[in-house]
C-alpha cells in the first residue's frame, strides 16, 4: 500500500486527494530542507517523516544537515536564545565563525534545488555562498518566537534575511516584520508513526516494568529535551507540591539532548539533584530512536505535563492530545494554540498553578475523558501531518507561481 494511502483512514479521501491535486503541480520539482541536527527535537522529528511523503507526491525531496565544531553549536544555541529574548553573551569572532561555517557547508552540502527550505538561524547564511544558479528560491523556516529577539542576534541575522523570497513561522505571534512574504504554518505530528500509533497493551505495560514504573499508580509524564526553557524543575515542583496529597503519585521526565544542543548535560545534572533520592521520579535519558518508549509513557500518563516558560510550537502537547490525554502546558508559544483551558486542558504560571490544575484532574476522571477526547479530535482537525503537507504545497506552488510571473 501506498504510504499516503494509510493516512485515508485517519484523515479521509478528500484530504488525500486535495494533496494529490496540489502535488500535480510541483511534479519533478526539487525541494531540499537543511537543519543542523539528524535526531532531537521537533524539526528532525518533522524531517523524517516529510521527506518520504514529498517524494511519493512526486516531488524530488533531500534533507541535509549543517555541521560544525562544539562552539559552532554553543554560538547558535545562544542565537536559539536570543531569538526568544533571552540575553545572550557573543563576540563578534563568534558571529564570524558562524558566518564560516555556514561557508564550508555551503561548499560541502548539495544545495541544488528549486527552493531550499533552511530551518532556523544555524545554516541561515547559506544563501551568501551558494552559487545564484544552483538554487530557484530560498525559503526561511523559522520555529521558534522571533517577535522580541535581543539586539545583537537579531542584528546578525538580519543580515541573512534579504536574500530569502519568502519566511514561514509557526504562528502570527512569533513574526516580526520582514522585507518578503510571510507564512504561517504550525507544526504537525504524523499519527501512524511509532511515536503516535495505537501500542499492543502488552508493550505499554512491558515498557513500564522495563522503567521500572509501576502500572497501577498515578503517572505524570514530561516528555521533553533537558533545556531550561521546558522548566524540568518547575515540573518537579509542582509534583512536590501534589505528593503529599497522592502518596502513590509517579513522576516521569524523559528526554535526551539534540545534537545542537550544548546545555543539555548541565540541565540533566540539576534535574538529577532536584529528583534527589525519591523513587518515584523517574528521570529517563532516551536514545533518539526511543519513539515507541515514549508513546507508550505518553499513554500510560493520568495527566500530561509541557511546563515550558518558552517554546516553540510544543510537539510534545500534540503527542498527547492526540493520545487523548489532558494536558497541562506552560503559557507560552505554541502551547496556548493546542491547549485550551477547561477543554484539551490547561494553561498554567506557575509550579504551583501546574500542581492546582493537575489535583482537579486527578480528582475528575469524567472531565478527564472528556477533555482527552476533544483533545485528540482537535488534533485530528488541525495538528495531523496532512494539513501541515496542504500548506507546504500551497505555499510552493505560490512562490512558482511568483517566480514564472516574473
Ligand atoms: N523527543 C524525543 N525524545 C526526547 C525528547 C523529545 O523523541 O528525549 C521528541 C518529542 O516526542 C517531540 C520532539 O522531540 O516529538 C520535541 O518537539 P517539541 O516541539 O516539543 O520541542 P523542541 O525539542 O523542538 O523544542
Known amino acids: 500500500m501506498k504510504l499516503l494511502d494509510r493516512y485515508e483512514e485517519v484523515v479521509g479521501h478528500q484530504e488525500i486527494r486535495r494533496l494529490r491535486q496540489l502535488a500535480a503541480g510541483l511534479a519533478g520539482k526539487t525541494i531540499v530542507h537543511v537543519n543542523s541536527t539528524q535526531t532531537g527535537g521537533g524539526v528532525a522529528e518533522i524531517l523524517g517523516w516529510m521527506i518520504p511523503m514529498l517524494e511519493e507526491l512526486g ?24 531569538l526568544q529574548g533571552r540575553p545572550v553573551s557573543l ?3 563568534d558571529l564570524d565563525l558562524h558566518i564560516e561555517v555556514n561557508r564550508e557547508n555551503a561548499q560541502r552540502l548539495n544545495l541544488e534545488a528549486d527552493v531550499v527550505l533552511v530551518h532556523d ?4 547564511y547559506l544563501p551568501q555562498f551558494t552559487p545564484s544558479d544552483r538554487v530557484g528560491r530560498w525559503v526561511w523556516r523559522c520555529h521558534v518566537d522571533a517577535s522580541r529577539p535581543v539586539r545583537i542576534v537579531w542584528k546578525h541575522l538580519e543580515g541573512a534575511v534579504t536574500r530569502y523570497a519568502a519566511t514561514v513561522f509557526s504562528m ?18 504524523d499519527p501512524l508513526s511509532d511515536k503516535n500509533c495505537s501500542l499492543p497493551e502488552t508493550e505499554r505495560l512491558d515498557t513500564l516494568t522495563r522503567l521500572d514504573i509501576d502500572p497501577e499508580r498515578p503517572l505524570l509524564v514530561q516528555v521533553s529535551r533537558f533545556d531550561r526553557f521546558k522548566d524540568p524543575l518547575g515540573v518537579i515542583a509542582a509534583y512536590r507540591l501534589l505528593k503529599p496529597y497522592y502518596p502513590m503519585l509517579q513522576l516521569a521526565l524523559a528526554g535526551g539532548t539534540a545534537d545542537d544542543d550544548p546545555e543539555g548535560a ?3 545534572r540539576d534535574v538529577m539533584e532536584q529528583a534527589g533520592d525519591d523513587p518515584d521520579i523517574k528521570v529517563l535519558m532516551l536514545p533518539p530512536d526511543s519513539h515507541r518508549i515514549i508513546n507508550a509513557l505518553q499513554r500510560s500518563a493520568i495527566v500530561v505535563l509541557q511546563k515550558s516558560t518558552m517554546e516553540g510550537f510544543g510537539l510534545t502537547v500534540t503527542e498527547a492530545l492526540w493520545k487523548g490525554k489532558p494536558v497541562i502546558g506552560g503559557a507560552c508559544g505554541g502551547i496556548t494554540l493546542q491547549v485550551h483551558d477547561h477543554q484539551t486542558g490547561f494553561l498554567v504560571h506557575s509550579p504551583a498553578g501546574a500542581a492546582y490544575r493537575t489535583r482537579y484532574l486527578l480528582r475528575n476522571a469524567d472531565k478527564r475523558q472528556r477533555m482527552g477526547r476533544t483533545g485528540h479530535e482537535f488534533v485530528r482537525e488541525h495538528f495531523l501531518l496532512t494539513r501541515q503537507l496542504r500548506d507546504y504545497l500551497t505555499m510552493l506552488l505560490s512562490l512558482d507561481r511568483q517566480a514564472s510571473n516574473n
Do not use: D
Request: hydrophobic share 40%; proline share 17%; aromatic share 12%.
Open 59 to 82: 516531488i524530488n525531496a533531500r534533507w541535509e544537515v549543517i555541521s560544525g565544531p562544539p562552539e559552532f553549536y554553543r554560538i547558535t544555541k545562544a542565537f536559539h536564545n536570543g
Open 91 to 93: 563576540t563578534s569572532r
Open 121 to 124: 538561524p544555524q545554516p541561515m
Open 172 to 189: 502570527a505571534a512569533f513574526t516580526r516584520p520582514l522585507p518578503c512574504p510571510m507564512f504561517v504554518v504550525p507544526p504537525s505530528i
Open 266 to 268: 548541565e540541565v540533566l
